[in-house]
């Protein structure tokens, strides 16, 4: 069933005003997305109170369903990532298998009504994410997600959601990126659709077997961008929206940036996009005001509710202090000493001993002859005495496999030369920026870095200079192996990498060495089956006492340009401290 529609913009809220027929049908849909394991108002990784949570859309929840307006008409969806981030996910990954897992747990106690699957939840691995769809008490939806053999789906695409009469589709898709940041072990058995031609064939099976008064797709995909290929993009939110009539308003995640919009279909309609952004700090709503009938009317107003106006729920809380306390006795487990205190911050301004900390355990691990690796945090620290499994979350922060891929000198060279040219400014002047910046937040108080610092690779195992006076392309002179031998760009060399990036994530082996992406897995050369966070832990406690030091294996080059430019960017990004 259609109805007329009309649309306005105001900030952070697009709205469908039409007049209404007597006794109206009024329904809240309130969507999170991409918590990332934020259950509760505590960082487990700095053990300290946090913001966000769905501790708070808890008590947001409870208001809105005691509100006369809508009462038992308020629908509550998730749109996936649910299960990495916070201490809180992993635990119940890896360690309390015997437990219903508590992100379901969670999600059923705020009576959840779908729930969707984004790619951080299929890097658990399908016995992890399998057990947590057996525990959730609602339907996880997934309209491109499919059986590899069969292409039959792997979930059901959609489901009706009926309030007083209402019928309202809640179709939904993921970004069919994920086999190029995740292991196909993860994925084994499954095949990612483009999400354009998934919509287009369930919107037609909506048509034709279903009678929905409503739309809604539920996508955990960015607006617009990321990887692109022949096949299909990652963040397709507004394209399928365009191009793909029939939706009334999309919930979409897994960019992370928080919006509130109005795109235009092919056919001339309005269609709501709202994205909730991460860790529960808001959620997305859309209010809608339905009259069926021959002179049937339809209003949306969508908008985006700061949780951190609300306090957590005291009853949510309490229901969930056992848990809270596991984790916590799990995090504050003492595994080493380290000698003095390091930081991420100084991986942007050359060697550092966070990085190179890192470097050393990946090359120790996989006996290969070049790492690659990046700040996973943007401004994190290991600290000096006691050591804890929390602080692993800090040092690492994402659950990637360690890999050894067989590289030519070549390949890492132009992987370097991608990776400085995302990383590095092209200096003409001494008084120049050696970072590159997003220029249009020089002047504000917060200065951003132009690209993801979670791709900011350096290298070690091999004794390199980086000259940011030369264009990207020209910058990287590797001058020999690190123990002095040789660098040869015609040889093959084995290097270690996390398996985000050994699948293409950032685009750096892809991209940057110019290896297809379908012949990045015949350079396999080595994997862990669990994941590098277990083995960085088990690495520290196996030696109790560690010395992390840098083991300046590059540099910037001219010094005397590139120096004081460094102490410039530290004091521009981190003050004077």
């Known amino acids: 069933m259609r109805y007329k529609r009309f649309f306005y913009l105001i900030p952070l809220m697009a709205m469908l005003l039409t007049a209404c027929e007597p006794k109206p049908t009024r329904i809240k849909i309130v969507c999170t997305s991409d918590v990332h394991g934020n259950f509760f108002p505590y960082d487990f990784r700095q053990d300290k109170p946090a913001h966000g949570s769905l501790a708070r859309v808890s008590s947001y929840l409870n208001e809105q369903r005691s509100a006369s307006a809508y009462g038992d008409n308020v629908i509550f969806i998730d749109n996936g990532d649910i299960l990495q981030g916070q201490p809180t996910a992993y635990y119940y990954n890896t360690v309390a298998l015997e437990h219903t897992h508590v992100a379901a747990e969670v999600l059923n106690h705020l009576g959840c009504d779908v729930a969707m699957l984004g790619n951080h939840d299929i890097e658990t691995g399908g016995p992890t994410y399998q057990r947590y769809m057996r525990d959730l008490k609602c339907p996880t939806v997934g309209g491109n997600i499919l059986f590899e053999e069969s292409t039959a789906p792997f979930l059901p695409p959609y489901v009706m959601v009926e309030r007083d009469g209402i019928n309202i589709a809640i179709l939904g898709l993921t970004t069919p990126a994920i086999p190029n940041w995740l292991p196909r072990n ?6 990612f659709e483009d999400m354009e031609s998934s919509a287009r064939r369930w919107m037609k099976h909506l048509r034709e077997h279903e009678t929905p008064d409503l739309v809604i797709g539920l996508f955990h995909s960015g607006f617009e961008g990321g990887i692109t290929t022949d096949t299909y993009c990652e963040n397709a939110t507004r394209e399928v929206a365009e191009k793909v009539p029939g939706f009334d308003a999309i919930f979409y995640g897994h960019d992370h940036k928080a919006q509130n919009t109005v795109v235009v279909n092919v056919e001339g309609d309005s269609v709501l996009l709202i994205n909730p952004a991460n860790n529960a700090n808001k959620v997305a709503t859309l209010d809608i005001t339905i009259t069926k009938g021959k002179q049937g009317t339809c209003s949306l107003k969508a908008d985006l509710v700061d949780m951190n106006t609300y306090d957590p729920d005291t009853a949510y809380i309490n229901h969930f202090a056992p848990h809270m306390e596991r984790v916590k006795k799990y995090v504050s487990k003492k595994i080493g000493t380290s ?59 994402y659950e990637n496999m360690l890999y050894s891929m067989r590289l030519t000198g070549q390949e890492i060279k132009d992987y370097l030369e991608m990776s400085y040219g995302q990383w590095t400014n092209q200096m003409k002047s001494p008084n120049d920026h050696l970072l590159l ?15 993801i610092y979670y791709n900011f690779d350096s290298a070690a195992g091999i004794l390199y200079e980086v000259d940011v006076t030369k264009p990207v392309g020209s910058r990287i002179r590797i001058k020999s192996m690190a123990d002095g031998t040789p660098f040869d760009l015609n040889a093959t060399y084995r290097v ?14 892809t991209k940057g060495a110019g290896i297809p992406q379908d012949k990045l897995e015949s350079r396999l050369d080595y994997s862990t089956d669990i994941d590098l966070r277990f083995y960085m832990l088990n690495y520290i406690e196996l030696r109790e006492n560690i010395d992390p030091q840098s083991l300046n294996h590059w540099k910037f080059v001219p010094e005397r340009w590139t120096v004081p430019a460094a102490k410039r960017d530290y004091q521009l990004l981190f003050g004077k401290d």
């Open 339 to 397: 000698t003095h205190r390091i930081n991420s911050r100084d991986a942007y301004f050359g060697p550092s001993d966070f990085i190179d900390f890192i470097h050393k355990m990946q090359l120790d691990i996989t006996n290969a002859q070049v790492s690659f690796a990046a700040p996973l945090a943007f401004n994190t620290s290991l600290p000096e005495g006691d050591i804890h499994v929390r602080d692993m979350f800090n040092l690492y922060r």
């Open 496 to 509: 270690a990498l996390n398996s985000y990036r050994g699948n293409g994530g950032g685009e750096l082996l």
């Open 437 to 451: 910046f997003d220029e249009s937040t020089l002047n504000s108080p917060s200065p951003r870095f132009k690209n």
């Open 186 to 191: 993860l994925w084994a058995g499954l095949a």
